[in-house]
Structure formats: C-alpha cells, structure tokens
C-alpha cells in the first residue's frame, strides 16, 4: 500500500528537525507512531519458525547458544509471562540477510534447532535468545538438565503442555513483534562493558595473536567461544595481561594461547596463574610443543584434497577445539571435569586420539605421526579399587533364549580375573579366584580350603576386588646384617679414621720451620716457590683438605692418593683453595696444592699410608 502524501509530509518535517540529531530518539518514536497508525508499520503475532536474527542485531555476532538452553531453564523454572517478553523485528531485506540465516544456524550445529528461509517473515532485533527458546522446543532439540521436560535427552512439547501451558502455547503460536526504536537505542546507548579494564590487553591480543589481516585464529576462537560459553562470562584484565605477555624468542605459541582462551570462557579451568605458567622456563618446551602438535592436526586436514574446505567443516572445528583444550589442559597438569586426560601417558598419545576421532569424522586416513604411542586399552583403563568403574564392554553370545552362553565373559567384563583377591562386603570374607565356569567362581580360602560362590553375588555387586596386607617379614639373625658388616659402614669408618689422622698430621708437620721458607704466588698462576734454601728431606707438606672422596675408579689427574687396605676401592684428597675475598675473612691455602705434578715414578712419594 502506497504512502499518502500527508503522511509523508509529516514525516519529513519531523526528520527535518531531528537532522542535526536533536531529539532524534523522540522524532524516530513519533515517526513509527504515525505510521503505525495509518496502517505501514505494525504488531504481528508470528510464530518462532517465521522469525529469525536480524544480521544487525549484536554486530553479527548473533545469539548464544548457551545462553539460550539457560534462559530455558530459567522460564521453565520461573514460568512464563507474557508482558515479560520484548519482541522487536524488522522485515528482510533480501537474500543476503535469508543466506545470513542460514549460515548462522548451520554454524550453530543444531544446538538452537534449524532454519527454513523460505518461512521467515521477520528478523529479531529485541527477544532474538526468548524466539530461540521457542524454537529449540519447537524442533524438541537435545537439552541437558530440567529432566521433568525431557524425554531421552531432548526437549518434550508434550512435557511442556503439562507443566506450563502458557510455555507451551507461546511456543505453538509464537508473541506479538513489533518495532521499537526508542526502546532499542536505549537499550543500545547506556549500556557499560564490564571489559574496560581489559580493553587494552584485548586489543594486544587481537594485534599479536588474531592472525594478521586474515584474523583466522581469533575467527575460529570466537565461534567456538560463542557456542559453548555464556556471553556475560568474563575474565578479567589480569587473564588478559598474562595470556598476552611475550615470550622471550620467536615462537609466541599462538595456538596455545588461544586454547587458553578456550579453556577459560568454555571450562572456566584457567586463569592468570596457568597464564603465567605457560611462559615459565619449566614449562616452555612442553607448551611449545603442545602447540606444534595443534598446528599439525590441522596441517594433517589441510593435506588432503579440498583440505581447506574440510577443515571449516563445523564438526571438524569442534573437533579441534576440543583437542586444543586437551593439550593444554594435560601440558599444564589442569583438571578438566567429566574428562580423564590423565590416564595419557605422553602428549603424543593425547595427540594421537584426536586424529583417530577426526579420521572417524572425515571418513579418510590422515596418517598419523603419532601412531607408535597409541593408548593401549591397559593403559587407559582406570586403576579402581572399586569393580563398578566403566569399562570395556565384550561381545556376548547369546543362546536362542536370550541367556548368556558363558556367564564368565560377563564376570570378565566387570573385572574380575583369575588370581584376584575379593573380599565379600557383607562378612569381610576373603579368598582368591581359582577359576569361573558353569556358573560359579571357585574361591581359595585364607584356610586352603577351596569353596564355589555363585557368579550372580559378584554381578550383583556383592564382591569387591582388594589388596590383601603383604605377610610380615620377620629376621631370626641379626648378626648376619649387623651395621659393622656392611660394605658402605666400613667404608665410612675407613673415612672417619683417614680425617682423623690427616688432622694428626697437620698437627705434627704445621711447626715444620721450613714452611716459613716458601712464597705462595696467586696471581697470574698459582704456584709455590721457596725464598731460601731447604736441605733435602726436611721439608714436610700435609695435603690436607676438606673433603676425601672415594670410589671405585679414581679420577686421572689424582694427586694425593691415600693407600688403604681396601685394595679395591680407591680413596684421594680433594685440592682445595680459598683466597680471601676482602681484609679479615678466612682463606685456606696450602701449598700442598700448588706444588707441580712430578712424573708418576716419583709421585708415589706423595701418598701416605694408614
């Protein structure tokens, strides 16, 4: 229907006034008034499959899956009302905005249901995560939690209609959308971010680490985050001031820190402390190769035909998100709820799951470098005490009857084995398993006495495996393992006596008049000289020191060996010299040790016996 001229002549004048942006909120309010009233601007009760996200609305970013399935809980929780709800639309503009859609909910992975274009008579601006909501119940989505309105892990519309009727009404026959802009620009414009503090350090971040101009990194980070996190989640500036600190050289471990990211806003499992962590020299080598591994799974992907289309497959970059959270979790030793990643040895073998999982989704082999550490099935299986942990399911035979033809599999496959100690939890009965046949386990008795249980007290839970107390060890002889007798006591009282009559020497020799008769030269070479002449044999020199080392090789370039009766064990003097550093500290200085090294015909001269 074609605008009359008096309408628009309205119009005009009151945009005309509100040109310069004076009273541009009212002027908009009243202009939408006046063609609400003359019938081109109107309320429309459209049902969730007509409407879908106006590319405008969030910058594009769209709505948040898990804020959605929350905002779920909390209506179902509180109720529905329908004066609560705010719903503002406009019409499509073209195909771009229908393909937008499109792109959206595809990227979204059906965790918001699914769209048909060809439907859609609006675009949200205001009640986008509420419309969602309605559509998730519409298409009975997969939702976790608020079981009283799921049936086998997915929304129930019939559930809904017997708990609360206005829910399920709202989500048969959709609310009333209108336009709004007033409320919208208020909305838009007194709005203050929580980020401020962090600001600078998101800004570091999205220069250093986005990717360049092509910011594929910080593109792959944000849908993943926008699908998996709360978008009132936020990490503080200090997560930011670490997470974008530099490391010393030129691998900055880009992909690493953007599984940090990841872990933070999805697990909520780091924070600054691991950010910190990531750079410390104890941690380096494995964080960068960690990040070596990320970047080859994609290379792995990338290799192959069409490899760039595949790897923007949206379950292929779930795929590497996740195992990007992994590795770092498991690099930086932090606990991940409802995932064992302890139970891998090596990184390669975390490494190596993950492309078993990608082959599965791409249906092609991408020859993995990390098969020779494939995680055996003894290694990942968990060490329990406890028989009722999940483990490895085993093919049963069934007979025509539908009864298990060898009950034995089944006592196997809660696991119980043959040479097991089990304790019964009813009496604290003990035995060890012999053997399982027809039906029954054949126990040994702490007596020796064999016995036979039925196998349905252990399927029943009845029986736990345990570790009996290892019988005690009892010595009759002491005199065979007395201290004097052995090797190393003798050895070190050999030591003690050597020290004491290396002190004795000293004590003897220190007088020696000839010692007053040397010069001790430090510098540029240490070395001993004597100032006047000293008659052959009369000048004594202990090689005393501070430490006496043993073994059985003596070093090289030994000196001062001391012969011992322990002919094969070798026991020397230590050099040792301590020059003063300042006026009135100790020195310790003896010119034993800076008399030259003489042939080892003549050295024996040296060596003094006990």
Not at 230 to 246: M, N, Q, Y
Not at 356 to 378: F, K, R
Not at 462 to 483: A, G, I, N, R
Request: aromatic letters at 6%; glycine letters at 6%.
């Amino acid at each position: 229907m074609a605008i009359q001229g008096e309408v628009v002549q309205q119009c005009t004048v009151l945009l005309a006034g509100a040109q310069d942006g004076d009273r541009l909120v009212k002027t908009v309010h009243e202009v939408l008034n006046i063609l609400e009233r003359h019938g081109h601007v109107y309320s429309l009760q459209l049902k969730p499959s007509m409407v879908g996200i106006s590319p405008l609305n969030r910058d594009g970013s769209g709505v948040n899956p898990v804020d959605v399935h929350e905002l779920l809980s909390d209506i179902a929780t509180a109720g529905w009302l329908d004066t609560r709800v705010t719903a503002i639309a406009v019409e499509p503009c073209g195909e771009e905005d229908l393909n937008w859609n499109s792109e959206y909910f595809k990227r979204t992975g059906g965790l918001i249901g699914t769209v048909d274009t060809s439907q859609l008579k609006a675009l949200s601006l205001a009640g986008s995560h509420t419309n969602c909501v309605l559509r998730c119940f519409l298409q009975e989505v997969a939702h976790t939690g608020d079981e009283a309105l799921c049936h086998n892990g997915r929304l129930s519309l019939e559930l809904l209609s017997k708990r609360d009727q206005s829910f399920h009404r709202a989500v048969i026959d959709g609310v009333p959308w209108k336009p709004d802009f007033a409320m919208i620009k208020k909305k838009a414009t007194t709005g203050k971010t929580v980020h401020l503090k962090a600001l600078p350090f998101l800004y570091q971040f999205a220069l250093k680490a986005a990717g360049g101009r092509d910011p594929f990194l910080l593109n792959e980070t944000e849908s993943f985050v926008r699908l998996h996190s709360p978008s009132t989640r936020s990490l503080g500036h200090e997560f930011w001031e670490k997470v974008v600190a530099d490391a010393k050289g030129a691998n900055q471990v880009v992909r690493f820190r953007h599984a940090m990211v990841k872990l933070a806003y999805c697990k909520e499992a780091v924070g600054p402390s691991e950010c910190k962590k990531m750079l410390h020299k104890d941690s380096w080598s494995s964080v960068k190769e960690a990040d070596s591994i990320m970047n080859t799974w994609r290379k792995l992907v990338t290799a192959l035909p069409n490899g760039q289309e595949l790897l923007m497959i949206p379950e292929v970059q779930t795929c590497m998100s996740y195992g990007d959270m992994s590795m770092a979790a498991y690099t930086l030793n932090v606990t991940l709820p409802g995932e064992d990643i302890k139970k891998y040895k090596t990184c390669q073998s975390l490494a190596h799951d993950l492309v078993l999982i990608l082959e599965g989704i791409l249906n092609q082999d991408l020859q993995s470098p990390w098969s020779a550490h494939q995680l055996t099935e003894s290694q990942g299986s968990s060490q329990s005490k406890d028989v009722g942990s999940q483990r490895p399911a085993i093919m049963r035979e069934l007979s025509s009857d539908g009864s298990v033809k060898d009950s034995a599999l089944m006592l196997k496959e809660a696991g119980f084995a043959v040479g097991q100690h089990v304790r019964r939890k009813a009496d604290q009965e003990t035995g060890m398993l012999m053997a399982m046949e027809q039906g029954r386990v054949k126990l040994k008795q702490p007596s020796g006495s064999i016995v036979r249980v039925s196998i349905d007290s252990f399927l029943a839970g009845h029986w736990q495996v345990f570790t009996p107390k290892p019988e005690p060890q009892t010595v009759e002889d002491l005199s065979l393992y007395s201290p004097a007798n052995f090797p190393e006591y003798e050895r070190q009282m050999l030591l003690a006596c050597l020290y004491m009559d290396m002190h004795e020497l000293m004590q003897k020799h220190e007088t020696n008049p000839m010692l007053q008769k040397l010069k001790v030269t430090l510098k540029p070479r240490k070395s001993v000289e004597a100032t006047a002449f000293i008659p052959r044999n009369k000048l004594i020199m202990v090689p005393v020191g501070l430490s006496i080392k043993h073994g059985q090789k003596k070093p090289e370039d030994t000196i001062f060996e001391i012969i011992t009766p322990m002919s094969d064990y070798f026991f020397w003097i230590v050099s040792f010299i301590q020059i003063p550093k300042a006026e009135g500290d100790a020195g310790f200085i003896n010119p034993a040790f800076l008399v030259q090294p003489l042939p080892r015909v003549i050295l024996g001269i040296a060596s003094f016996r006990m």
